[in-house]
């Protein structure tokens, strides 16, 4: 099936390594990168792993102005026993591709994606961390080249891939957060690139995350553009409220990023037989949960943090606590289920995990 | 005022220019640029001019990732009598802060970021082509540099300005263009990134750009992102509409870009004594003015073409032609006004053009 010729350049010196504790997440980058180059007539070529350092572009790269790029964000686990695991790699690398159309960009070969990755791992595999928590975050991405300042696809790409390892993302187990409802600002309406994961969604979202961490929340619940009640996500990740018993997250409308902690939890609760819908959720209706007493459980799914229990939400002065702050049974369950399906340590009934180096 | 130290790095070799009737808008650049870097804490330091060159970031470079990227557009014409004239610049550099403010990126000096653009300019004049219709095409950016993979503002940036000869846009003389409605893709809503000049703006308009194409558009007209039926922009212009004597453009719905060009016409024709509001348009509004023959004239607005009348546009499959196809009365005195004004050929009772090295 595959016919990859990736070249390998080995750097000369290896980087020290920090203690895991000390990580302080995509700062510290492995020894070596995977890159290819596209142009248009040609295709994908020169695939290569090499030591990582910087890259040189023309100012004029499409890049800088005209802002075609696009990227994934995926972790490896090590376990004791020496197995490296990944968790659904071909997910990411067909959201790459939906991305990639979206803003007009060249599609990857997602088998070849995927070699080049365990290539890189292969190469890197002493960077991957082992302590309980921690991981190697993987961070493939594309990025127009052409030297040209006009508003049109661009004729050449490069397709990247770095790692950086990553501490556990909570030093002392997991805790809820506190989130903003963002009334002002908005993410993205249908139509436009809100289910791409492209950089332009990123940059827009900043002055929203200026206000929560002056305020002391730690991230932005969007709501639509339209109406402007509607719940979309959370800055980096889909969001889910357990509400009189049923677990409920936003339908995916085009305007959110399709999650792949998001569909993966939903099919954890079906195979749980814990109710589960995928619909429109208004913010009126989580106030009105939770003037009843019926908004059990809120919680934030994404690679960096799994699942991320929300403790607060505060929504035009409003304050709404979620089980009095605590992390929500059902989102400690699901947690425990999803890491330990991540890192080996549980069963996978759903053959999400892919196994390197397996003796 | 300005105590700005720029460090001037001459070329060592200068490039060969191309005959006007060559270029190709922004493909060709002349031999210097201007730099300068920003570190949080310390400021906008290490102003200099250098010859032009491939820039080096780090892979992990925020611009790469989270879209912390901003630009302007403007133009430097050259006289017969060795006058170098620029165009409201202190403009651009008041909506360079303004998107700066929207990307939660650093502001700059206004004064020193157009003393920075004048001794670029100085240093590669000869660059500035001085055939009828032709221009030097400046492009200052600024792009973040930070090498961090966390979704917040970086911590470092760097300032540029390129320069690119250009041709006329018009080479047989001013002509209609056709334009396409778009129906399906969005290009921005009040509350996002729609009045600011950055990247992710352009990457999300390409897939709609490509229809166009394809179909023999110039440009794509976009409409609001939520009852998508009000007139916003085109692909990278305001736009007019002369409907039963009265001049009408979208009114500033903090979507849609506050063109320079746009303003200008609006002064111009209020100087004319012509009517002209600014308000919402809808397109059956449009398409109402066509049938009943009150449709006199369009235009789109710009800093690359100027004015561009609008010969034909497509909504649905309907088309609407406007003046029978041909450039407007109004639409050409508008053109020669603003062209006279910014070559220095016409009077300029509003005090918008900046004159360098006047004898
Ligand atoms: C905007 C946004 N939504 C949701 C997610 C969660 O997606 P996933 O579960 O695939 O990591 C992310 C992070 O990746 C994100 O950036
Ligand atoms: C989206 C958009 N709208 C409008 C304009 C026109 O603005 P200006 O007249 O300042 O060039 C431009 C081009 O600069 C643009 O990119």
Redesign the interface.
């Known amino acids: 099936m595959s016919n990859l010729n990736i070249q390998i350049t080995l750097s000369e010196k290896k980087k020290d390594k920090l203690p895991t504790d000390q990580l302080v ?3 510290t ?1 492995t020894d070596h ?1 995977f890159i290819a180059d596209y142009i248009e007539g040609k295709g994908w070529h020169n695939h290569r792993v090499v030591p ?1 350092a ?7 790269a499409t ?7 696009i ?1 994934e964000g995926m972790k490896a686990y090590l376990s004791e026993d020496g197995v490296v695991r990944l968790f659904r790699p071909d997910q990411n690398m067909k959201r790459m591709n939906h991305s990639a159309d ?3 960009m060249p599609q990857i070969d997602e088998n070849h994606a995927l070699e080049a990755l365990v290539e890189l791992i292969k190469v890197d595999k002493e960077w991957i961390p082992k302590d309980p928590g921690t991981s190697l ?1 993987i ?1 493939p ?1 594309m ?1 127009a080249t052409e ?7 661009s004729k050449s790409y490069t397709y ?1 891939i ?1 790692m ?1 390892p990553v501490g556990s993302y909570y030093e002392e187990g997991i805790h809820p957060v506190k989130i903003l409802v963002e009334s ?10 809100g289910n791409a994961k ?10 929203a ?2 206000v929560a ?1 002056r305020e002391g929340y730690s991230q932005v619940l969007w709501l639509d ?2 109406e ?1 009640k509607y719940i979309e996500e959370v ?2 990740m889909n969001v889910f409220f357990k509400i009189d018993g049923e677990v409920v997250t936003p339908a995916l409308n085009g305007s959110i990023l399709d999650g792949i902690t998001r569909k993966s939890i939903i099919d954890l609760l079906k195979h749980w037989s814990v109710p589960v819908v995928e619909r429109r959720v208004s913010i009126d209706e989580i106030r009105e949960a939770h003037r009843t007493g019926k908004l059990d459980e809120a919680f934030g799914t994404g690679t960096a943090a799994v699942i991320s229990p929300i403790g607060e939400f505060r929504y035009q002065g409003e304050l709404f606590y979620v089980n009095n702050g605590e992390t929500g049974e059902l989102s400690a369950k699901l947690y425990d289920a999803l890491t330990g399906i991540q890192k080996g340590t549980q069963e996978d009934p759903f053959g999400w995990v892919v196994e390197l180096n397996k003796k």
């Open positions: 997440f995509g700062t980058f990168m990582y910087p890259i040189t572009l023309e100012p004029s890049i800088f102005h005209y802002g075609q790029t990227f979206r803003l007009s975050y961070r991405f990025i030297p040209h300042l006009g508003v049109s696809a990247m770095i950086s002002e600002y908005v993410r993205a309406v249908a139509g436009g690139t492209t950089a332009g969604n990123y940059a827009s979202s900043l002055k995350q200026e961490d553009g339209i402007r800055g980096s």
